[in-house]
């Protein structure tokens, strides 16, 4: 069974960075990754992904220029390096996975993670 591990959540100031990891387990690292985040209140939204071979990358309008994706396949984890950081960016991010192809919606995604929480205080 797959599963997914995210971590690196916490509070930070408003101009901070914060780095978020999630580790695959249970499969091989085959797959299309994926972060997600969602705010009280509001409806899930897309973040990043990037490709089974960490060639190409995806970024949602609200972070282009301040969030960059990696992967390491070797460790079977994605990271969401997050730069400039907002007060709106606050929200739990989630992590997510499927097989190809490359999908910025959630409802392609097969697997998911707990979400870890990211607060930016002004």
């Known amino acids: 069974q797959v599963q997914l591990v995210e971590s690196g959540g916490g509070l930070v100031q408003a101009g901070g960075s914060l780095n978020l990891s999630c580790t695959v387990s249970?499969?091989?690292?085959?797959?299309?990754m994926a972060w997600f985040r969602q705010a009280p209140g509001k409806v899930r939204e897309f973040v990043a992904a990037i490709n089974t071979i960490g060639t190409t990358m995806y970024f949602g309008d609200a972070v282009k220029g301040r969030f960059a994706a990696s992967r390491d396949n070797a460790k079977n984890t994605q990271y969401l390096h997050m730069s400039s950081l907002k007060p709106e960016d606050t929200a739990v991010y989630y992590c997510?996975?499927?097989?190809?192809?490359?999908?910025?919606?959630?409802?392609?995604?097969?697997?998911w993670g707990q979400g870890t929480q990211v607060t930016v205080s002004s």
């Open positions: 249970g499969d091989t690292f085959n797959y299309v």
């Open positions: 997510a996975a499927r097989a190809y192809p490359d999908t910025i919606w959630s409802t392609d995604y097969d697997y």
